[in-house]
């Protein structure tokens, strides 16, 4: 591995860099949304306690869960003996809050995804440009003289899509469990809203 990574030339330092913020982004946000996730049983026991007026029943289940939905679900019901006007402005304020944190390092998973192909490809220029000062150096006498530069043009450019394919489809993983999570934001926030 070592040696695929010094024939790769200087070009695999930035591609170094783009894999490790990638795994790290990508292990925390399986982290995070592991923890955020929408206990439905959690939720409709929540709205089952409001619809009944057990208030302070329904704060309980809330206090003991981590799930997005809950926590602006629990906002609006801290404003639940005001009007429902207080009640979305609460449910609003804490989606403001919440669905950021849902968005948080996405789009750093996007650009290293974008920026991993490029690279790459700029390690095939500069692998390309070696072969041909070399050809111009040594000539073309044998094949060996070209084949660092193509070397390096190849393990870049595989080195970029290594780390471009994966987080790409981790980054469409991710935007999808933020799209998911904030449609059951809405749909539980008007369930509440219903029930004042």
Known sequence: MWNYFVKGGFMMW???CCSIFSVAIIINRLIFFRKVRTDH?????FL???EKKELQKALQIAQSSNSAVVNVLKNGLTKFHEGKESIEKA???ASLYEIPELEKYLPFLSAIASTSTLIGFTGTVTGMIRAFNDI???GVSTPTVV???IAEALITTAAGLFIAIPTILFYHYFSHQVERITTEIELYS???LKLK
């Open 190 to 192: 008007r369930e509440l």
């Open 41 to 45: 049983k959690k939720v409709e026991k």
């Open 136 to 138: 111009v150096k040594h």
């Open 147 to 149: 084949a660092k530069g």
């Open 14 to 16: 930035p591609l170094l």
């Open 91 to 93: 449910l609003d304020e």
């Open 48 to 50: 089952d306690f409001v």
